[in-house]
């Protein structure tokens, strides 16, 4: 019997070639960032928890270095509250050292709350305002002396000018004129009571805002003080001409009137808002964009010049034909810039006007002086109301 040929087992059949495989390299998996975000993460808080630390040793240690020169300086001590020459030669010294991302209001912000602190530990003041809280002045009140003072609402002008003539208070700070409405009347009226002088002035830009907690369609009633009322006037006429106008005593009381009553909205601060829970339904919407309120800082204290001063002067001269022409001449003969004029009726039967001036320069300085002193010659009545250094305006 013939052997079975079993030489084909061992053959092997090859398989057919694999198509070559691209030489592209794979992207990598999704893991490996996660891991990456994680350790960035990770080493950012560590940076942050390690600034942290730093910032709080150098923010105590220059409060400390504020204290020694506060208590080491006689004529500082002296001006603890108030020393605006200080004050700008610091903001200058800020604003040049700064170069972002932070913008320099916060920064001041940051510097003036370490002066107020500082302050408040060797002495507070009590500084009167026209409240309540939250208020444009108060605001201003905060720009000037910061947290740690004693700010005191108040709720009329007068009372601003009583707190401080009686010693209830060191300071006082009023608005004094708008760049859209002008002068403001009551405040100009009490110069005219009180021997009180202005020794500072705070210039701020003021934004108004439409806040409430109702739909802008389902608003029917606006609230605020006539001021703010006058400034958003064309606004008001061509978006909410449904809706009616109520005059308030100030715009923080119109934002508290808003967080209670259906339908309502305030004119009144960003801060405002926040204070009482409502929405900005619209912001900004002054009419006039670069609306400024000056508010004047009212109390004893004389400034020594600056090099950037204005004086303020109440002034009443004989009621005659050339009688105003000829005293403001003395202005235009020591080449001083007359800035600001308004004129009041007197009071009673007596007739004629009183004048508040306002003009550049410090009465230390002599060309003032020989001002002052040709006017005063003319004058029925001649008080300067106080020499101070201009300030800038706070956005």
């Not at 920064?107 to 409240?131: N, Q």
């Not at 859209?180 to 701020?204: A, K, N, Q, S």
């Not at 958003?232 to 106008?245: E, F, H, I, S, V």
């Not at 009688?323 to 004129?343: G, P, R, Y």
Request: aromatic share 6%; with cysteine; charged share 25%.
């Amino acid at each position: 019997m013939a052997k079975k040929d079993t030489s084909r087992k061992s053959v092997k059949k090859t398989p057919p070639p694999r198509p070559a495989k691209s030489r592209t390299p794979a992207k990598p998996s999704p893991a490996p960032k996660t891991v990456v975000v994680k350790k960035t993460a990770a080493s950012t808080e560590t940076k942050l928890k390690a600034v942290d630390a730093e910032l709080i040793k150098v923010l105590n240690r220059r409060t400390e270095l504020t204290l020694e020169a506060l208590v080491a300086d006689p004529v500082t001590r002296h001006q603890l509250w108030f020393n605006p020459q200080a004050e700008q030669e610091l903001w200058e010294r800020v604003d040049a050292l700064n170069v972002g991302p932070l913008p320099q209001s916060a920064v001041r912000a940051v510097f003036r709350e370490i002066l107020s602190a500082a302050r408040a530990k060797i002495r507070t003041v009590r500084v009167a305002y026209l409240g309540p809280s939250f208020s444009f002045t108060h605001l201003a009140a905060l720009e000037r002396f910061g947290k740690s003072a004693d700010l005191i609402p108040v709720n009329t002008i007068a009372s601003v000018f009583e707190e401080v003539n009686r010693g209830h208070a060191e300071y006082g700070i009023v608005p004094i004129e708008n760049s859209t409405d002008g002068r403001i009347v009551d405040t100009l009226d009490m110069f005219t009571r009180l021997p009180l002088r202005i020794c500072g002035e705070v210039l701020m830009s003021v934004h108004h805002n439409l806040l409430s907690r109702s739909p802008r369609g389902e608003i029917s009633e606006i609230y605020s003080k006539p001021q703010a009322l006058s400034q958003c006037r064309d606004w008001l006429a061509r978006n909410m001409p449904q809706a009616r106008t109520i005059e308030m005593t100030s715009t923080s009381a119109a934002a508290q009137l808003a967080r209670d009553k259906p339908g309502a909205a305030a004119i009144a601060t960003r801060q405002a808002a926040v204070q009482y829970e409502l929405q900005i339904v619209a912001e900004k919407i002054e009419d006039n964009a670069h609306n400024v309120t000056r508010f004047a800082i009212i109390g004893e204290e004389e400034t020594r010049p600056s090099g950037r001063d204005r004086t303020a002067l109440l002034l009443q001269i004989p009621h005659a034909p050339g009688a105003l022409s000829e005293a403001l001449s003395a202005f235009k003969a020591n080449n001083i810039n007359l800035t600001w004029i308004e004129s009041f009726p007197l009071r009673g039967a007596e007739s004629g006007y009183l004048f508040f001036l306002d003009f550049e320069g410090h009465r230390k300085e002599q060309r003032v002086q020989k001002a002052l002193q040709f006017v005063e010659k003319k004058a029925v009545r001649m008080e300067v109301l106080g020499s101070y250094p201009r300030s800038e305006v706070v956005e």
